[in-house]
């Protein structure tokens, strides 16, 4: 299991933090969409099964140690975080506590009917 950085390919933004395994890995390079393995759920997570923003990988780069993974992507729908942000990095910490600095893209509630 290792971390899995998104990143938008085209801005360069931090779009999330995620993680893959073997089969997630496979999944993606397979597929040309990001495929991450959930730990909460313990299951394979095919990005945008719900929400239809599916990640279009780009490229895949790992660090040098080879312990982490940059998935370069183009963020189908606009949104990358399921509280419908861009990216799921929309909190800046101040010295006045977070404030939040991206525009919402979608109402999660509307998007995720469980």
């Given at each position: 299991m290792l971390p899995a950085i998104a990143q938008d390919?085209?801005?360069?933004?931090?779009?999330?933090?995620?993680?893959?395994?073997?089969e997630s890995y496979a999944k993606?390079?397979?597929t040309g969409h990001a495929v991450y393995f959930?730990?909460?759920?313990?299951?394979?997570?095919?990005?945008?099964?719900?929400?239809?923003?599916?990640?279009?990988v780009q490229e895949i780069f790992v660090d040098c140690?080879?312990?982490?993974?940059?998935l370069k992507v183009i963020q189908g729908?606009?949104?990358?975080?399921?509280?419908?942000y861009?990216?799921?990095?929309?909190?800046?910490?101040?010295?006045?506590g977070l404030v939040t600095v991206g525009d919402r893209i979608f109402d999660p509630a509307t998007v995720y009917k469980k």
């Open positions: 390919a085209e801005s360069g933004d931090v779009l999330m933090l995620a993680y893959m395994n073997v993606t390079l397979e959930s730990r909460s759920r313990n299951k394979l997570w095919h990005k945008g099964e719900e929400s239809g923003n599916v990640q279009h140690d080879a312990d982490t993974i940059l729908g606009g949104a990358a975080c399921h509280e419908g861009k990216s799921c990095f929309f909190r800046q910490v101040t010295t006045d």
